[in-house]
């Protein structure tokens, strides 16, 4: 990573302008010109550096609903039940992680019923229950990764 | 509660721009004007849309999402606290305020299995940075959180990008 890179990784974690050439307003705070701000912004986003670059929706306001889900599935049945969870169109993101509860996936629906629907099918196939924790309250994060 | 009336906020043009602009916005000197000329309307309009769309919270912010994994920070927790429900709104919000805390939410327990409501994402170079972060989050808050694990993920099983139908 060069300078420019590092300059833009700290300040586009946010308040990308909305303008005629919101490119050359970014340069302009980083010291640099337009063509290069997006040839580097395009080179972080191919080295995988950055994973999105663009607006993110809010699913909620838009009707949609998205949960955090856990499951605790014994060991000679993980592969399976993973396979089973993976095949739904409705899950975004799916980690193993070290705990009890060890298979932690995102659930992504257009309506509150489809979360339901997908959390009765999964039960259903996978036979062993899902513990669905939908957030209650979102507290704010400032984003402010520094590199 | 009626039905979602943020749904009715939103027009067919709306939807199309979101749906031109969810996987990420062009990398053109003139974006909005290249979303427009995809979709056929007027680069103010697109602006005039999409401002409105931040200022109602429909788009929470428009800028770039680092992949901390690939910049060096492969220790990523789940920190999460079992926090006296009249106290967690206001802990919540100073450790949504750490520095390091990339995502923070209250959530449901599931007694007895679960008992945490806190969860406050936290990433770090290695597990004892996470860790050390964690004693901060301790600290602040106190004898009002009851018990609090790590959770690390040990593999990606699925990992796709989040689209919401539009």
Redesign the interface.
């Known amino acids: 990573m060069d300078e420019l890179d590092r300059a ?2 700290n300040t ?5 302008p ?7 307003e970014v340069a302009a705070r980083v010291g640099s010109d ?1 063509a290069a701000v ?1 040839a580097h ?2 080179s ?2 191919q ?13 909620e ?4 609903a ?1 949960s ?1 889900a ?1 499951m ?1 599935i014994p060991p000679d049945d993980y592969e399976r039940v ?1 396979t089973v ?2 095949r739904q169109p409705e ?11 060890n ?4 659930l ?1 629906t ?1 309506t509150p019923e489809g979360q339901r629907e997908a959390i009765a099918r999964i039960e259903a196939e996978a036979g062993h229950p899902v ?15 520094q ?1 | 509660m009626n039905a979602p009336k943020e749904l009715k906020l939103l027009d067919e043009t709306d939807r199309r721009i979101i749906q031109a602009t969810q996987a990420g916005l062009p990398l053109t000197a003139r974006p909005y004007h290249t979303i427009a000329a995809q979709l056929g309307v007027e680069a103010a309009e697109v602006m005039h849309r999409m401002q409105r769309m931040l200022d109602l919270g429909i788009i929470r912010r428009i800028g770039a999402v680092p992949n901390h994994y690939a910049l060096g920070y492969r220790a990523n927790g789940m920190t999460v606290w079992d926090v006296a429900d009249d106290q967690i709104d206001e802990l919540g919000a100073r450790v949504g305020r750490l520095d390091f805390v990339t995502h923070c939410y209250q959530r449901p327990r599931h007694l007895p299995d679960w008992p945490y409501n806190l969860f406050a994402m936290v990433h770090g170079r290695t597990r004892e940075e996470v860790e050390e972060k964690a004693r901060v989050i301790a600290v602040l808050l106190g004898a009002a959180s009851r018990g609090d694990d790590i959770l690390y993920s040990t593999r990606i099983l699925k990992k796709t990008g989040l689209r919401i139908g539009a």
């Open positions: 833009l990784i586009l974690q946010g308040g990308f909305i303008c005629e050439q919101p490119y050359a337009e997006i912004i395009d972080l986003l080295r995988g550096l950055l994973s999105r670059f663009g607006p993110m929706y809010h699913a306001q838009m009707g949609g998205l955090l856990a605790q993973a969870v993976n899950v975004a993101h799916n980690y193993e992680r070290n705990h009890r509860l298979m932690w996936f995102v992504a257009e513990y669905n924790m939908p957030k209650i309250r979102e507290y704010f994060v400032e984003l402010k990764l590199v």
